[in-house]
C-alpha cells in the first residue's frame, strides 16, 4: 500500500512523524506532501528520514538553497524539472491507495469543501480517487463555527472520512473540541477505509496466482503475460483481514506476502496437483492464476534446432476450476475471467458451467490495466447482484473481491 500523509499548519504537526511510522509498521509505504505553514512546524527533512521518500512541499520545483533549509537563491528553476512538477500532482493521486490528512486544519477543510486547489495538497485532493480521510485539529471556537461544520458535513457527503477531534485542553490555552484524535485512532481509521480489518479471521483462503508454463522443450515454454499482482494482493489483504492463507503460485517475479504458506509450481498439472490435497482445508477458494488452456502434446527432450516451419501439436490441460467446482462441498468459490470480447456474457457462462459462486472479469484488450499493470477494473458477478469495480489499484480491488466473502457464505446460509 502507498499513503499520502497530508500535513498542514498546526501545532500538531510533528504528530504525525509518529503516525508516519505506525502506518509503516503495518506494511504502508507513505510520501508525505506539506503544506507550506506546515513547515514552520516541523520540517520536511525529519518526513524524509523517517519515510525514505521525496517530501513534496509545492507544485513546483524550489531553488537548491530553499530545498536546504536557506535562504532562497533566486536562480531559475531547471525547466525540465517545471515540467515534471506540474504533473506530480497526478501521477502522486493515481498511485495512492488513500490520502491522510492530519493534521487537517480549517483552512485545508474549507478548501477541500469548496473545490480550491492552489497548492499540491488540495490539488492532490481533487485529482485523487482513493479514499481520503481527514483528521482535524483546531481552536474550539474555529470547531464549533457552523462555516467549518458545514464544510464537514460537504465532505462527509462526498465519502471523505472524517477522524473526530477529541475534547480537552487545547495548545492555545482553551477548553474544548478541535484536539487532534490520537494517533492510533487515525491509524485504525486509515486502515479501515483502505478495507483492512479482521472481519476474515478463522478463514482459510486457498488462492492461485501468476502463470503457469508448458514445456516445448528443455529451453522453451508457453506461458501468458499474468504478472501475479492481482492474486498476490489477495493474498495480502486477506492475510491483513485475518485470513490464513494458502498461496499456490506460478513463477513470478514477486516477493510473496510473509505470513501466507506458499506452493510454488510452474505446470498447469503441477497446479492441479498442488491445490488438491490443500482444497479439504480451504473455507474459500479464488482462482486468479492465468493457467494455460494448452499444452504440447509431446514436448521433446531436446532443444529443436532451427529448421524452417514448425508444427507443435497442442492438446487441453486439465481444467483445475471446473474440477474445484465440481468437488466443492462448503467452500465458496470465486473464479477469474480474463477477456477479450463479449466479456459479461462470458463470464455469466463461466459463473454457470463451473459452478462458481461468483467469478470477476476483466477486460484485458484495455491498455493500462490488467495484464502488467499495478491496476485493473473489474465486474465481480454471482448469482444475487453485479458489483462493478472501476479502474483503480489492484489492492483496492482485492478489498472489493474479498468484501465479498461474507455476502455469498450469507446468501448460501453458510456459517460467517
Known sequence: MKIALGVSGGIAAYKAAEVLRLLQDRGSRVQVVMTRAAREFIQPLTFAALSGEKVITGLFPESKAENSGGEISGAPADPSSIQDSAIEHISVAQSIDALLVMPATADVIAKFARGIA????????????????????????????????QNLQILRERGVHIVEPGAGYLACGMLGAGRLAENHAIVEATLEALGIRQDL???????????????????????????????????????????????????????????????????????????????????TVIKTAAVSDYKPKNASQQKIKRAGALTIELEPTADILSEIGRRKESQILIGFAAETENALENARYKLVSKSLDAVVVNDVSREGIGFDSLRNAVTIISEHEVVDVPETTKWNVAQRVLDQIPKLKAHRKLPA
Not at 124 to 133: F, N, Q, R
Open 201 to 283: 479471521s478463522g478463514e482459510t483462503i486457498l488462492i492461485t496466482a501468476g502463470p503457469t508454463r508448458e514445456k516445448i522443450d528443455p529451453v522453451r515454454y508457453l506461458t501468458n503475460r499474468s504478472s501475479g499482482r492481482m492474486g498476490y494482493a489477495l493474498a495480502e489483504a486477506a492475510l491483513r483481514r485475518g485470513a490464513r492463507v494458502l498461496l499456490v503460485t506460478g513463477p513470478v517475479a514477486l516477493a510473496p506476502p510473509a505470513g501466507a504458506e506458499v506452493t510454488m509450481v510452474e505446470s498447469a498439472e503441477q497446479m492441479r496437483e498442488a491445490v488438491r490435497p490443500l482444497l479439504p482445508e480451504a473455507t
Open 118 to 149: 492552489n497548492d499540491f495538497l488540495t490539488t492532490l485532493y481533487l485529482a485523487t480517487k482513493a479514499p481520503v480521510i481527514i483528521a482535524p485539529a483546531m481552536n474550539v471556537n474555529m470547531w464549533e463555527h457552523p462555516a467549518t461544520q
